[in-house]
């Protein structure tokens, strides 16, 4: 279905733009796809198979780009997808690099971690004749991390007999220790906040962002951080949720608590001061903006009509529908979608891996100000093709993207 959705929106995209038939199909067309299958050790001394994903969809501006997810859904249509909007998202904001994405059939939530160890090098080991910090990098997505990409380091570089200083390049979000990059971990959270900023001075659907109520679902690295973040900014975050539980309070969550609280107890269950709500509740809510921060397919033809945001702001990948998104956009809803609100995470893995290459170490400050201007820049020129094409924010960036994907087939 995700993939399906992927394809509807870049082919209407290349409408717009009359591209050929034959450029079509090479934007439309994954290059590789990898399936493996492999034997994990477990705790209780047990040996399981595990399936993996590594997919490559389009490597015309650079090397493929793109996280692994550990998820129990997981599959190859969903990791296909995923493996597009990387290709359309580092085009959009217009990054020397492609477009892939990995994934591994699993249950992070059931697993220790020598068991996540054991399945990330038995992973990577199958994987490695495909990687390479020229021609694949990956980065984490849902439920994988910077520990992760360490272990991905280590294994890499044990299997390729390649220094751990050579072989850092190979991926992205790294720990500091490790050659990973400072504002990584909060890129993907900062650089949505720079998207909304931006869209907020431009559109002025709202005046401005202090005091606008804010609904976030999702509460893992893109939405907790961009709790944070927003709370700073004085925002007023009404309800939040993780996979199990929504909370709400219409005067502003006490995000500092509700953050620690879930730190310390891994949920959002019994916090002072909320109400629980259902997760659909919490996308009808009454509000400025809705934050779309989990996972794909949340925003349907089934609960658009009740959605009563002013502007949704997609941290998540592939959040809403097409369908979905007809319907928003009858009711004027701003959307800013997936591949510019969250590209602020791929576009920090660039300076990462920039900074490996190049044996360079910038500060938080200098990497802070290059994603303000990259984000600034592609809200701004997003904003402009959409008046330029008559067209939604969503297809203005994908023409953003096909245009340059285009330009570099012959
Ligand atoms: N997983 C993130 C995304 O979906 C980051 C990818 C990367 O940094 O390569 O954009």
Redesign the pocket.
């Known amino acids: 279905m995700e993939l399906e959705n992927a394809k509807t929106i870049i082919k209407k995209a290349a409408e717009k733009l009359n591209l050929s038939q034959e450029k079509l199909n090479i934007i439309l067309n994954t290059e590789r796809e990898t399936k493996v299958n492999f034997p994990v050790k477990m705790d209780d001394d047990s040996t399981k198979i595990f399936t993996g994903y590594r997919i490559q969809h389009n490597s015309l501006l650079g090397p493929y780009?793109?996280?692994i997810r550990y998820h129990p859904q997981v599959d190859l249509n969903e990791v296909s997808a995923?493996a597009t909007w990387?290709t359309i998202?580092t085009a959009t904001v217009g990054l020397p690099l492609g477009g892939g994405k990995g994934g591994v059939i699993c249950n992070p939530k059931e697993l220790s971690d020598k068991e996540l160890e054991n399945i990330t090098r038995a992973f990577i080991k199958k994987i490695t004749p495909v990687i390479g910090p020229q021609q694949d990098?990956p980065?984490?997505?849902v439920y994988t991390n910077a520990k992760i990409m360490d272990i991905i380091v280590d294994e890499y570089s044990k299997q390729t007999s390649t220094p751990i200083e050579e072989a850092r390049a190979v991926v992205?979000?790294k720990s500091i220790e490790n050659g990973g990059s400072l504002g990584r971990d909060t890129a993907?959270a900062r650089g949505g906040q720079f998207v909304l900023q931006k869209a907020i001075e431009q559109t002025q659907i709202i005046s401005t962002l202090k005091n606008a109520t804010i609904i976030i679902q999702g509460i893992g690295n893109a939405g907790s951080n961009f709790a944070k973040l927003i709370s700073e900014d004085n925002s007023k975050i009404i309800a939040i949720s993780d996979s199990k539980n929504a909370i709400y309070n219409q005067e502003g969550l006490d995000i500092k608590s509700v953050l620690e609280h879930k730190k310390q107890n891994g949920n959002l269950q019994d916090i002072p001061n909320t109400t629980t709500i259902t997760n659909q509740e919490l996308l009808e809510l009454e509000c400025d903006i809705l934050v779309p921060a989990a996972l794909a397919n949340q925003i349907t033809e089934k609960n658009a009509e009740q959605i009563k945001a002013k502007i949704i702001l997609e941290l998540a990948?592939g959040p809403t529908t097409p369908e979905a998104d007809k319907i928003l956009e009858s009711k004027n809803i701003l959307i800013l979608p997936d591949i510019l609100a969250?590209?602020g995470?791929?576009t920090v893995?660039y300076y990462e891996w920039y900074q490996n290459i190049n044996k360079e170490s910038w500060t938080a400050e200098e990497v802070d100000k290059k994603l303000k201007e990259k984000m600034f820049n592609a809200t701004q020129e997003i904003l402009n093709k959409k008046t330029k094409h008559q067209t939604s924010t969503r297809i203005a960036a994908y023409i953003n993207a096909i245009e340059r994907l285009a330009q570099k087939i012959n």
């Open positions: 780009k793109g996280g995923l990387m998202k990098i980065a984490p997505d992205t979000g993907t990948n969250n590209a995470g791929v893995s």
